[in-house]
């Protein structure tokens, strides 16, 4: 979406409707203060060119209704006293507020008067209105009746409206017509907010030259996530010929985060590998939302919602390249983490570079998983959505991959060729078309009737790493288009989902049951039949040995969704010797490695047992093996491998004395969707001394391993003879 069809609600106002209008003081309220959500903050009543506060003795839930319409929602789901969103400034306008509910202003409701109040800031009262709006609610502004007041930045000129647009005249719609604003009184404070409400973190200098202005002044402090959380400020007198005092519109000039930033007049560029973060956002669905993890000693883990606000989620936003937050999420909406929480009560001024630059509190004790924060930031309108589309699926989120390309001077739609088309793939499209996770994919699309078109492909080879944010960034081939089997039937489809699953490995349980067995092979014909062990190894050798690397492993479900098998019950495969059935034939990969990433051994396990082992509390078990039943992993549950099943080692026979890489690798195909793969991997430093092992410094997701000299506090683990 262009800027200029982006209209914003500029501030929370509200005329004053009353039994008497001469008699009723003329006000306006807003919600500010330590608030994570726009519905919810502290009230604030603008009264003689002075915001001010509402004292919280006598007030209700009554006056909080009364409040939250005037604000234009439905009503009040509670009122906080005690300056819960922290304290305001200035005066203090209403103090005991006596409201019936049925009010339309809180300028109805009887009180000690305006500004007659015995109170302090730390009594400041707070609401949390109802999510939902009025519809058609118009939010009228008290200097100027039956004004609705919204904003828009307009492109300086028409070729940007072809790009994202990083700069142009900040607007107000007064009286049906658009008008500018003046720069008098304007600071990079207004223009840093303005920036960050469309998705850009940051803001520079420009001048230009126009009429007809808007007639009031805005004040930023620079720390707050959107424009209508600025004060008003003074209203300007303009010249008789429309301009201002110095004679200038109002334009700001943002900055793109890297990852938007454009390389040509289409929008679009090459996915970029940033540098090892602080801090980075993962379980969202969509781009710029996610559960907030910071890096701490080489290792990921998550912050603790209390005190998580809008301020702090705006750090986070804009250091990863994106604008202002539109919600600090917590109670871990966006999925749980694992590991350690790194951060607790942190408070930001609003300036900071980055999260860990903030205060905060080292101890988490008290906090959990379930209180993981999160966060939903504003992005830059890019366009891509309006260069794809699924076609033919019976839903919005299923349907034959089309996109939009050039051709001959013209743009056509046509399909995407279907080989080597994998989840991968369906997740960047998922993500470009803001639908969230991918569910399938398919390679073939015969059942769904798409544009007939849009049949000839104009797009092959395409290969993702899965951080792009649209189709065109991944590699693919260039003009000259090579699919085989071509389009039609065989075109590339998605099908995507709001949710997805997330399975992470326990990694400190791995290293703390590591161990070498050396086991007979006539005890391990299964394990020889379902290719468990090393090539090396012969049937019928019944006098030999195989020394076995053993552990356990205990994947946990941390997504927003169970996780299922790709094949249902019809086409699971049966194992004769072990008599059971496999619901995924390669469900993880066992590997050892040397230290410039050689395979040296390796194993893998099939998935005959997908079921709950264990939940966390209150989450009751789904999934049970046993009678053939459904297999799955529950959302806050984990499976269990024990260390002495089959297949669950890696065979070290062959392997000489050295320094190693132990990795697994779960669903290493990607046959099942989940929302984040970077967390699928495990590795252990190793070392293997010819007749013991050491494991240590074990850990999931992205971290690189570096060797150092081990120390005494390393785990040995004896050969156990089998």
């Known amino acids: 979406m262009a800027f200029s069809s982006a209209l914003c609600i500029f501030s929370l106002l509200a005329l004053v409707q009353g039994q008497s209008e001469s008699q009723q003081p003329k006000i306006q309220l807003r919600l500010a203060g330590d608030k994570r959500k726009h519905y919810e903050g502290r009230l604030e009543v603008f009264y003689n060119n002075e915001w001010g506060t509402i004292c919280d003795d006598d007030f209700s839930i009554e006056a909080a209704h009364v409040a939250c319409r005037e604000l234009g929602y439905l009503g009040a789901v509670a009122w906080s006293p005690s300056a819960k969103f922290g304290q305001g400034e200035g005066r203090i306008w209403l103090d005991n507020v006596h409201c019936t509910g049925g009010e339309k202003s809180l300028a109805e409701c009887p009180s000690n008067g305006v500004g007659v109040s015995d109170c302090?800031?730390?009594?400041?009262?707070?609401?949390?209105?109802?999510?939902?709006?009025?519809?058609?609610?118009?939010?009228?502004?008290?200097?100027?009746?039956?004004?609705?007041?919204?904003?828009?930045?307009?492109?300086?000129?028409?070729?940007?409206?072809?790009?994202?647009?990083?700069?142009?005249?900040?607007?107000?719609?007064?009286?049906?017509?658009?008008?500018?604003i003046c720069d008098e009184q304007w600071t990079h404070l207004n223009s840093r907010v303005t920036c960050g409400m469309y998705g850009f973190?940051?803001?520079?200098?420009?001048?230009?030259?126009?009429?007809?202005?808007?007639?009031?002044?805005?004040?930023?402090?620079?720390?707050?996530?959107?424009?209508?959380?600025?004060?008003?400020?003074k209203a300007l007198e303009p010249k008789r010929n429309g301009t201002c005092g110095r004679g200038l519109p109002v334009v700001v000039s943002c900055v793109p985060g890297r990852a938007f930033a454009s390389s040509s007049s289409t929008g679009f560029r090459k996915a970029y590998r940033p540098e090892q973060p602080l801090v980075r956002l993962r379980g969202g669905a969509?781009?710029?939302?996610?559960?907030?993890?910071?890096?701490?000693?080489?290792?990921?883990?998550?912050?603790?919602?209390?005190?998580?606000?809008?301020?702090?989620?705006?750090?986070?936003?804009?250091?990863?390249?994106?604008?202002?937050?539109?919600?600090?999420?917590?109670?871990?909406?966006?999925?749980?983490?694992?590991?350690?929480v790194h951060m607790n009560e942190v408070e930001c001024s609003g300036?900071?570079?980055?999260?860990?630059?903030?205060?905060?509190?080292n101890d988490a004790l008290g906090c959990s998983h379930e209180e993981d924060a999160a966060v939903r930031c504003n992005i830059p309108a890019m366009g891509f959505q309006k260069r794809i589309r699924l076609s033919g699926g019976r839903n919005p989120y299923e349907g034959r991959v089309e996109v939009l390309t050039e051709k001959n001077g013209s743009l056509i739609w046509g399909?995407?060729?279907?080989?080597?088309?994998?989840?991968?793939?369906?997740?960047?499209?998922?993500?470009?078309?803001?639908?969230?996770?991918?569910?399938?994919?398919?390679?073939?699309?015969?059942?769904?009737?798409?544009?007939?078109?849009?049949?000839?492909?104009?797009?092959?080879?395409?290969?993702?790493?899965?951080?792009?944010?649209?189709?065109?960034?991944?590699?693919?081939?260039?003009?000259?288009?090579?699919?085989?089997?071509?389009?039609?039937?065989?075109?590339?489809g998605v099908s995507c989902s709001d949710t997805a699953p997330d399975l992470v490995l326990n990694a400190q349980l791995v290293e703390q049951t590591a161990y070498l067995e050396d086991r007979p092979m006539y005890a391990l014909e299964c394990a020889l039949e379902e290719n468990c062990l090393s090539s090396t190894a012969k049937k019928n050798d019944h006098s030999s040995y195989r020394r076995l690397l053993r552990f356990s492993s205990q994947i946990h479900n941390v997504g927003q969704s169970d996780f299922r098998p790709k094949m249902g019950h019809h086409a699971w495969t049966w194992h004769e010797c072990h008599r059971h059935y496999h619901s995924i034939e390669v469900f993880t990969h066992y590997d050892l490695l040397s230290l410039n990433g050689t395979k040296v051994a390796e194993g893998h396990k099939a998935s005959f047992c997908l079921e709950d082992t264990q939940c966390d509390e209150g989450i009751q078990k789904r999934y049970l093996c046993a009678n053939f039943g459904e297999q799955g992993i529950t959302v806050g549950c984990w499976d269990t491998y024990r260390h002495d099943i089959d297949c669950q080692w890696i065979d070290i026979t062959d392997v000489k004395p050295g320094d190693y890489i132990f990795q697994v690798v779960i669903n290493p195909n990607y046959d099942v969707a989940e929302s984040d793969y970077t967390n699928n991997f495990m590795k252990c430093k190793c070392r293997y001394d010819g007749y013991r092992i050491w494991t240590y410094h074990c850990h999931t997701g992205e971290n690189k391993l570096r060797f150092k000299k081990y120390s005494n506090r390393i785990n040995c683990f004896n050969i156990q003879i089998g």
């Open 351 to 361: 300036f900071e570079k980055s999260l860990t630059d903030c205060y905060f509190n």
């Open 120 to 180: 302090r800031h730390s009594e400041d009262v707070g609401v949390i209105c109802n999510q939902k709006r009025i519809p058609g609610h118009r939010f009228i502004n008290t200097m100027n009746n039956n004004v609705e007041v919204q904003i828009r930045i307009r492109p300086i000129s028409s070729h940007l409206k072809r790009i994202p647009v990083t700069e142009g005249y900040v607007e107000i719609k007064d009286r049906g017509k658009w008008r500018q």
């Open 286 to 340: 969509n781009i710029g939302e996610g559960r907030v993890e910071v890096l701490k000693n080489g290792v990921w883990g998550t912050v603790c919602d209390d005190n998580w606000n809008l301020r702090a989620a705006t750090i986070v936003c804009r250091e990863l390249g994106f604008g202002s937050a539109k919600e600090a999420l917590t109670g871990a909406k966006l999925g749980q983490g694992m590991g350690p």
């Open 415 to 492: 399909t995407v060729c279907s080989e080597n088309w994998g989840m991968i793939e369906a997740m960047v499209v998922c993500r470009q078309l803001g639908l969230g996770f991918a569910s399938h994919a398919f390679q073939e699309t015969w059942y769904w009737a798409g544009d007939a078109s849009a049949d000839n492909v104009v797009m092959s080879g395409v290969r993702c790493s899965g951080t792009e944010m649209s189709l065109p960034q991944c590699l693919h081939h260039g003009k000259h288009i090579n699919c085989p089997r071509g389009g039609g039937r065989f075109a590339a």
């Open 201 to 233: 973190p940051g803001e520079k200098k420009y001048n230009n030259k126009k009429k007809n202005y808007w007639g009031f002044s805005v004040n930023c402090t620079g720390n707050e996530a959107h424009l209508s959380s600025c004060r008003l400020g």
